[in-house]
């Protein structure tokens, strides 16, 4: 398994794995919070690629994951109850992580959140951020166990998905 910054022949792959998501929404197998045709769409992913912060897992099966990291805070970031306030060039975010269902229980979630972690004390961050739709019990359940805190739940409008209870989570490393 590897996980590296995405390159343009890698979107359509990270495309693949948004539409799986939200199969496996739709038809019941997960419960995220996302919305087909709103959030993650292929946009998502073009827009981090041309940031130059979209990453992908791959493993022996191809694509499986991917993630945007950067110091982007959400505009509801500022309503969180921070336990480590930190100047915004200190702060790494985890965005829009996703693992192909058919990968998941196999640990690449908890691999590509190491990832993050990793990468944010190589650019000199020790306080990492990230949210959840309260909703997504399973990715909670996770960030719980990689040493994650809750910080609170704000009711927002989220990348255009209404009436989202977005969860905050804060790690100091």
């Not at 590897?2 to 693949?16: F, G, W």
């Not at 019941?28 to 992913?45: E, F, K, L």
């Amino acid at each position: 398994m590897t996980i590296r910054k995405a390159i343009l022949p890698d979107l359509d792959a990270v495309e693949k794995l948004y539409e799986e998501v939200h199969d496996a929404e739709e038809s019941g197998r997960q419960t995220i919070g996302w919305i087909r045709g709103v959030y993650p769409v292929r946009s998502t992913a073009e827009a981090a690629l041309e940031r130059g912060d979209l990453y992908v897992l791959i493993s022996e099966a191809g694509i499986r994951g991917a993630a945007i990291i950067n110091q982007i805070q959400v505009d509801v970031y500022a309503l969180g109850h921070w336990q480590y306030p930190s100047p915004e060039d200190e702060v790494c975010v985890l965005h829009t992580l996703v693992i192909s269902p058919e990968a998941s229980g196999r640990g690449l979630g908890k691999a590509f959140v190491r990832f993050y972690e990793d990468y944010a004390l190589a650019h000199g961050c020790r306080e990492l951020r990230m949210d959840t739709n309260e909703r997504n019990a399973a990715a909670r359940a996770m960030y719980r166990k990689l040493g994650y805190r809750e910080t609170g739940i704000v009711p927002t409008v989220f990348n255009g998905i209404p009436d989202v209870r977005l969860v905050l989570l804060e790690k100091h490393l």
